[in-house]
């Protein structure tokens, strides 16, 4: 099992940035294929975006290609999201979300460990 935790959500306008960050716990981080998942309010949690364990593979929603770019860090355990061109369609609280099982997921249920999330608003 590995620890998340979100950081660097906010408020920002319409058609700004943000990058959110998510640190894990343990020394076999690069054993976790890593994803980005959002629930917005009323609706149900979903993929936006996961990378490969060490080749980077990458892969995202079509909603947020050519917007959101995920990288990761595995020697500071770490994965990122970053958001341009921001809309007030991605206000969400989004998590990071740790897969140990073999391959890459773009689902949600594909996922085993889950961060507490954080919360990016985007005004109109």
């Known amino acids: 099992q590995v620890q998340l935790v979100e950081s660097g959500g906010g408020l920002v306008q319409a058609g700004g940035s943000l990058r959110l960050s998510c640190a894990a716990s343990g020394r076999t981080f690069s054993r976790y294929s890593m994803g980005w998942l959002r629930q917005a309010p009323g609706k149900e949690r979903e993929f936006v975006a996961a990378?490969?364990?060490?080749?980077?593979?990458?892969y995202y929603a079509d909603s947020v290609k050519g917007r959101f770019t995920i990288s990761r860090d595995n020697a500071n355990n770490k994965v990122y999201l970053q958001m341009i061109d921001l809309k007030p369609e991605d206000t969400a609280v989004y998590y990071c979300?740790?897969?140990?099982?073999?391959?890459?997921?773009?689902?949600?249920?594909?996922?085993?460990?889950w961060g507490q999330g954080t919360q990016v608003t985007v005004s109109s």
């Open positions: 990378i490969s364990r060490t080749r980077g593979n990458t």
């Open positions: 979300a740790a897969r140990i099982r073999p391959g890459d997921s773009v689902g949600v249920v594909g996922y085993d460990d």
